[in-house]
């Protein structure tokens, strides 16, 4: 009799202490989890902050869009690099086209002075008469203004699509973040909506280009760029 009361006592422990057990394992399994609910997107916010840190501002991070979307990623990761590759090609030529610009406004005016104090003072270098002089030097001077003329529409025409490359990687950004919220998928209208606008900014941007001057600037068009 006691070894049976003995036995009953030791099958109770051992019931009470495996339900402890298993109270404790679902008291650490998340609610969600519990539910088979599944668990809420990461945040960019949280993914990208050493990336935003390092900008000082907001940025999206190829790591976001490789957790959110894996391999369906790739296409967004090539046009926001493609478009980010382009977009800094422009604004390193807007620069040096605005500086041509300020360089030759230099220019002109120098010799619009030139001109004028040489017929002014109706002095002409020896050996060359002096409308000969005066010829000469409005003629480089209508040179040099038409150059000036068209590095100024070609910094338009470099910031212009700057601007629209720069809006266009949002935009990508912004829905592709939008359908990792939802969790969905990147479909292929999207990315051929994408791929459409871009080309319509690098086709008109070439247009915008080529017409800026009447001196040909293959250097610009090539693969690299």
């Given at each position: 009799m006691n070894v049976t009361v003995l036995?009953?006592?030791v099958l109770l422990a051992v019931l009470v202490l495996a339900g402890a057990t298993q109270a404790l394992a679902q008291d650490g399994t998340p609610a969600g989890a519990r539910a088979g609910v599944s668990p809420a997107p990461l945040s960019f916010v949280d993914v990208c902050a050493d990336k935003s840190d390092e900008r000082g501002r907001l940025r999206y991070c190829?790591?976001?869009?490789r957790q959110g979307l894996g391999a369906a990623a790739d296409p967004v990761l090539y046009l926001r690099d493609r478009i980010t590759t382009l977009r800094a090609s422009q604004e390193a030529n807007a620069e040096d086209n605005y500086e041509s610009f300020l360089t030759a406004v230099a220019i002109?005016?120098?010799l619009s002075i030139a001109t004028m104090v040489l017929?002014?003072?109706e002095r002409r270098i020896p050996g060359v008469a002096k409308w000969s002089s005066v010829t000469s030097a409005l003629a480089l001077l209508v040179i040099i203004a038409t150059m000036t003329v068209g590095w100024l529409d070609k910094y338009r025409a470099e910031?212009?699509?700057m601007l629209e490359f720069g809006l266009l990687r949002d935009q990508v950004e912004a829905e592709a973040s939008?359908?990792?919220a939802a969790g969905?998928?990147?479909s292929e209208s999207d990315i051929r909506r994408w791929?459409?606008?871009?080309h319509e900014i690098g086709r008109r941007f070439a247009v915008n280009y080529g017409d800026a001057s009447i001196v040909p600037d293959l250097d610009r068009f090539t693969p690299s760029n």
């Open positions: 036995l009953r006592k190829d790591d976001y869009f002109v005016a120098f017929v002014v003072s910031d212009a699509a939008r359908i990792i969905g998928t990147v791929s459409d606008r871009m």
